[in-house]
């Protein structure tokens, strides 16, 4: 989970981004989803807590507020530890080079023919 808070570079969180994650991922197990991919079993209540919070909370700022702690404690808890690093290879003619982002996309102004 650590990239996720790279990712957001300090911006506010992104629903969708982290939310679908932290569920299923760092909640314990339960229903409708909660923790279904935790398998682990990785247990903490105040995680538990601001997952199911999150789930109902309207006011975007209290909601971007509340998925910033969750990564954060998801960090401090070391809730898992990743074993998979996605390496996605890119192929293009010899004559072009373009720079290889880390969230795999392509920026225009980084591409050069030669």
Known sequence: M?????????????FTRFFYSLQSLVRSVGAGGDGNYNVGRYSNPRMDYIVDRVKVE????????LLTEALQLSNDTV????????????????????????????????????
């Open 2 to 14: 650590y990239i996720w808070c790279l990712l957001s570079r300090g911006k506010p969180c992104n």
């Open 58 to 65: 309207t006011d975007l700022p209290v909601r971007n507020r």
């Open 79 to 114: 809730s898992h530890i990743p074993l998979h690093n996605q390496i996605i290879p890119w192929a293009m003619k010899k004559n072009i080079d373009v720079v290889h982002r880390a969230d795999n996309r392509l920026d225009w102004r980084l591409i050069k023919v030669n």
